[in-house]
């Protein structure tokens, strides 16, 4: 575990141990791998940073992440023939695979995931033709594929564009990315010249997977902390940007703004993904007699009845499934503007019209007084 250190004044990091571990419930399932599982070998560290920075490569990560996402035993042969495959998790599809099937290419291409240990190679299948005999499978590695399409969905979310004022916002200041999950954004907050980005999650193999792709990419000035949004190990003040994509429908959302009014400095601001109602609309629309649609579906109501008790009675239900407890919310403008003015926060921009709004907050330059 890594404490913040560098930039960031640190408040007690230990005190999040034990903070809410609410976790991701619309994430890609299981998370948890052996540490021997994962990829630690300087040369694999080296060769995924070199597929990582080619863009015809991450379609095909992507590609591969929205197959074994979809089956995730399966192996993986030459002949890729399967149209594009669209990644349940998001409603960013997935490219075709981006090599001609059975073509020198597509061999050398999977032989490279394997070489960066995305993927295992089992050259004992008894096929035929060589070409044949180069199979991939999930085994080894197999939870960093999703890291490809997010990559893939930064690049199509064109924040940039979306945001001009995001540059300047983040140029040469303090970031923090709360629930950093793979801290794919992290990476991009920093190429825009963050002076230090604090990428944040409660989750350990997540961090993991963060840090590699961090080491691959090269990234500078991004550092790598777990603990809980819920309790920041952060100063007062000691952040200037907050990105957090897609983490406060999932934990408690007085607590987590409350911190992000007290470590925003003053005119700080932050940029946030929520969810609409119809996030979980269209999730229970999926309906189908499948395990994973089944799960989808109770998920959908549970959001949105979350979602409703937040925004009518200002209460945060907190689930309890198998997988232990958790809340899921869907956030709508006034309700969520009340709880962002409580902690010293307005809403300078809210998305319409999208399953996954993206707002826009700053930081009141006077620190509230507080009771
Ligand atoms: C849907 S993922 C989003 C990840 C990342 N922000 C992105 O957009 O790629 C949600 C992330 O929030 C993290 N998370 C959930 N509850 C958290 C908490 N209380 N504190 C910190 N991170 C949390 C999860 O571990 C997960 O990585």
């Not at 575990?1 to 990091?13: E, L, P, V």
């Not at 960066?116 to 939870?143: C, H, I, K, M, Y």
């Not at 001009?164 to 825009?192: I, K, M, Q």
């Not at 989808?296 to 198998?322: K, N, S, T």
């Amino acid at each position: 575990m890594t404490d913040a250190t560098i930039g960031f004044q640190s408040r007690d990091a230990n005190q999040t141990r034990d903070a809410d571990p609410s976790r991701d419930r619309n994430g890609a399932g299981s998370l948890s791998t052996p540490a021997s599982d994962r990829v630690s070998d300087p040369a694999q560290v080296a060769e995924l940073g070199r597929l990582l920075s080619n863009v015809t490569f991450v379609q095909a990560g992507a590609w591969l992440a929205g197959f074994f996402r979809r089956d995730s035993h399966a192996s993986v042969g030459t002949d890729l023939a399967i149209p594009g495959y669209r990644d349940p998790c998001s409603d960013v599809p997935i490219p075709d695979w981006p090599w001609p099937e059975r073509g020198t290419q597509t061999i050398e291409s999977l032989d490279r995931f394997a070489a960066a240990g995305l993927l295992s190679v089992n050259r004992g299948v008894p096929t035929g033709s060589s070409a044949d005999l180069r199979f991939v499978q999930t085994a080894l590695g197999r939870e960093l594929l999703p890291a490809f399409p997010l990559f893939h969905y930064r690049n199509g979310e064109r924040l940039v564009e979306r945001f001009p004022a995001l540059p300047g916002a983040v140029r040469g200041l303090r970031v923090l990315d709360a629930g950093c999950g793979f801290g794919t954004y992290s990476v991009f907050l920093a190429s825009l010249g963050a002076a230090g980005v604090l990428a944040l999650d409660y989750d350990e193999d997540r961090l993991g997977r963060a840090r590699l792709i961090a080491a691959g990419l090269r990234a500078k000035c991004v550092e790598f902390a777990r603990g809980s949004v819920e309790a920041l190990p952060i100063a007062d003040g000691g952040v200037n940007f907050i990105f957090c994509r897609v983490v406060l429908p999932l934990v408690n959302h007085e607590r987590t703004m409350s911190e992000f009014g007290r470590v925003l400095s003053p005119g700080g601001q932050a940029l946030l993904m929520l969810h609409a109602p119809r996030y979980y609309l269209n999730m229970i629309k999926r309906l189908a007699p499948t395990r994973d649609r089944m799960r989808e579906f109770v998920y959908g109501l549970l959001g949105l009845a979350g979602g409703a008790a937040f925004d009518l009675f200002g209460r945060e239900p907190r689930w309890r499934l198998i997988s232990g407890p958790f809340h899921l919310l869907y956030e709508r403008a006034g309700s969520f503007g009340r709880l962002a003015a409580r902690h010293g926060l307005s809403v300078d921009f809210w998305q319409q019209g999208v399953p996954k709004p993206y707002v826009w907050l700053r930081r009141s330059p006077a620190v509230p007084a507080v009771f």
